[in-house]
């Protein structure tokens, strides 16, 4: 693990500390449905319908993991690099019964042997830690069966643009859509380096580890928002802000 990745890694780990924090709130959550979007779900709804093994990359609080068993996986894998937001998510998964299990690892370079599930399943503010996209792509192919599939649901690559002004959007004079990173200056990754990847750098990245892409879609709405009630102008429905994108590996 170079130094970035290192003080990146660091960030998170006390960044983590909220999914402990907040644990009795997420454990009702995690009793409830999960978190999985409306249209999340209706895009995975046949690969739900076939039991399928996930591996979850970057996996965070896991209420993703376990929305996707109840909504038909047979088991979910979480690879996350904090190892407070592993073991908060194992000791939820336990409580609720679910069949999910964490690993502490680096994304790429998941501890899964290759070919042997049946969906890769990311985002929500994963891909601007890959410092190597087309790595990270490798590493979803690597893991997938014959027929299996990669699933993100991610925030737009142009979201690092978009300033929080409440009057009109405005571009950040400080950001750029082609730059290579920059530092976060919100929480939770207050003073982590983000990685930038256009949209078609990561389309090339999966369609180069030789998945096929099936579907690609772009929201107005963000998968996340300040829990202080911050509203901003960019997110009044003019602006991308989240994408979804599901893509097959061949038979």
Known sequence: MDEVVA???????RA??????????????????GRLFAR???????????????VHFQSGHGLDDVALVKAGAKS??????????????????????????????????????????????TGKGALIWMRDIDAWARDAARLVRPGGHLFVYEGHPAVPLWTWDQDKPRIR???SYFAESHINDTFPGNGAQEWQWTLGQIVTAITRAGLHLQVLEEYAEPFWRPQDDTTAAAWSGRLPNSYALLAQKPL
């Not at 000791?91 to 680096?106: F, K, L, P, S």
């Open 7 to 13: 003080g990146n890694r660091a960030v998170w780990e």
């Open 173 to 175: 004079p400080d950001r």
């Open 40 to 54: 999340e779900r209706e895009l995975l709804a046949p690969v739900l319908a076939e039991g399928p093994v996930v």
């Open 16 to 33: 983590s500390t909220k999914h402990v924090r907040e644990y009795d709130e997420l454990l009702e959550e995690a009793r409830g449905e």
């Open 76 to 121: 979910v894998v979480g690879v996350d690099y904090s190892s407070v937001a592993a073991g908060a998510a194992q000791r939820r998964a336990q409580d609720v019964g679910v069949a999910c299990r964490y690993v502490v690892a680096e994304v790429p370079g998941v501890p899964v042997r290759d070919a042997s599930v049946d969906l890769v399943y």
